[in-house]
């Protein structure tokens, strides 16, 4: 069983821990801008798009919180992986930045910067944020967590402003951030992004951090 993982530069060492602190045996293919090997996608089972700094924006406009240089290679390296990742119908889950890659992939777009006020609820500053959620019943998402409302950690200042065609927002937070997407057609693909980190949750055996992962990997065949 392989997982392909995008590498990052933030943190990137807890998202193999996650998966291999499920079972030691699952491969990890690392899928890296820096080597360009988005071919590997056909190598592995399932996808996961990680998080990171924010997505070069399409006009070039200064903004609240913004990196001190974007990472352009990443962003169009991704965006193949992505598209291949589609085309051989293999199981997606996008995590924070992973999320809005995938929306801004189908067409939809973002909130450079959330504002001050959500930011003092999603914005991470020395931690990750800790907020509520409400998933709505009529969803993939809702069968797999089981759970309405949920405790979530959060480390972002962006969001969905429009979303992308084919994909249907499914968790909000209290300030209607969306917090989860999945596609409107779960039955042809798996496809499913989160806003927060289930990766590193204080509690791993949240439904909102195990139930996702375990998702994935059911869906190929663990």
């Not at 293919?29 to 700094?53: H, K, M, P, R």
């Not at 924010?54 to 990472?71: L, Q, R, S, T, V």
């Not at 969803?139 to 994909?167: K, M, P, R, T, W």
């Amino acid at each position: 069983m392989k997982i392909g993982l995008t590498f990052s530069e933030s943190n990137y060492a807890n998202y193999p821990k996650w998966i291999k602190e499920t079972d030691a045996t699952i491969e990890i293919i690392e899928l890296s801008y820096e080597v360009n090997n988005w071919q590997d996608v056909a190598l592995c089972d399932a996808i996961i798009f990680t998080g990171g700094i924010d997505m070069d924006p399409i006009e070039k406009i200064a903004y609240a919180n913004a990196p001190k240089e974007f990472n352009l290679a990443r962003d169009r390296f991704e965006m193949a992986v992505l598209a291949k990742a589609l085309d051989k119908k293999k199981p997606i889950l996008g995590i924070c930045r992973g999320l809005q890659l995938i929306n801004v992939y189908w067409g939809g777009s973002l909130h450079l910067d959330n504002g001050d006020a959500k930011n003092k609820i999603h914005r991470r500053e020395s931690e990750d944020k800790i907020h509520r959620i409400q998933v709505e019943k009529d969803s993939l998402f809702y069968s797999i967590v089981q759970q309405e409302f949920g405790n979530v950690n959060s480390a972002h200042h962006q969001s969905i402003d429009v979303l992308g065609s084919g994909l249907k927002a499914v968790a909000h937070s209290k300030d209607r951030v969306i917090e989860v997407i999945e596609s409107t057609n779960p039955d042809e693909q798996f496809l499913l992004a989160v806003q927060w980190h289930p990766e590193r949750m204080a509690d791993l055996e949240s439904p909102f951090s195990k139930n996702i992962l375990r998702a994935l990997l059911e869906k190929i065949g663990y």
